[in-house]
């Protein structure tokens, strides 16, 4: 039987260690009796090691999850040895293709003392840095060869069946290429716009440019290599995107 006292521990070691952390995080706590929500965490948790083999020999009963505002996610639970404190770990993104982690190291978990202020002090320093470099490596690889766009330029990329893909920066760029055809995939945030129509889709890109620049958004338009657009958007002015180096990593 689950002890009462225990969730309630682990819930304000989590408030207090949230309250510590660098940016701004909330937390929440996971009852005994969420259980599907405890097993879909536990699938998520991003640890090959101390976490890991904690949890091949106690299965989650409860957790506390810490949340950051840009989607990041921290898990803290039970030792469930003779030692005080708690464990805690990095949650892997749900929104990501399984194609994205491949070749990223998993920033495994570590252990925490019973005191949350200078357990913060270990997050921060150690595994939080992990984490954050992990992040940005799926999620670079996540773009499948689509270069980022930033605040100021919307980067355009030709895709091999004649679509366009694009990752804008923010919702305003989100919000114009909506207006013009473009669909996001839910999964990898990436929007599409579709090239069955190659005319419909010209039309398209010479209509979003003024409303972009209106923003003081650029736009770029990038050819893979190997690749000839399509006669009807050949015209299209654009500004060639840079240079960049694509993402070789794999899990």
């Known amino acids: 039987m689950h002890d009462h006292h225990t ?22 706590h996971l009852p005994a009796d969420a259980k599907d ?3 879909e965490l536990a699938d998520r948790i991003w640890d ?13 009963q409860h957790a506390a ?9 921290l898990v803290l639970l039970d030792r469930n040895d003779e030692r ?16 994205a982690f491949r070749g990223v190291p998993e920033p495994n978990g570590i252990a925490l003392a019973d005191d949350p202020f200078l357990s913060a002090e270990q997050v921060t320093g150690d595994l939080l840095a992990r984490y954050d470099s992990a992040l940005a490596q799926v999620r670079h690889n996540a773009l499948g060869g689509i270069q980022p766009s930033q605040p100021d330029r919307v980067v355009l990329t030709w895709q091999p069946d004649g679509s366009i893909a694009t990752a804008p920066a923010d919702d305003r760029a989100s919000a114009v290429l909506m207006a013009h055809g473009f669909v996001q995939d ?17 039309r398209a890109l010479c209509e979003i440019g003024p409303r972009l620049d209106a923003l003081g958004i650029g736009t770029a338009l990038q050819h893979p290599a190997g690749r000839t657009a399509p006669t009807a958007a050949a015209s299209v002015p654009h500004v060639p995107a840079g240079p960049r180096t694509p993402a070789t990593r794999s899990r």
């Open 84 to 99: 005080d404190g708690f464990l805690i770990a990095a949650v892997a993104p749900h929104a990501l293709p399984d194609e």
């Open 65 to 73: 999850i810490l949340s950051r505002q840009d989607g990041a996610q």
């Open 7 to 28: 969730s309630e521990r682990l819930a304000s070691y989590a408030d207090v260690l949230a309250g510590e952390l660098p940016d701004s995080w909330t937390s929440s």
């Open 37 to 39: 929500d405890l097993a």
């Open 186 to 202: 839910p999964q990898s945030g990436i929007y599409r716009l579709g090239g069955d129509d190659t005319r419909a889709q010209a």
């Open 48 to 60: 090959l090691d101390l976490v890991a083999a904690s949890l091949a020999e106690h299965p989650l």
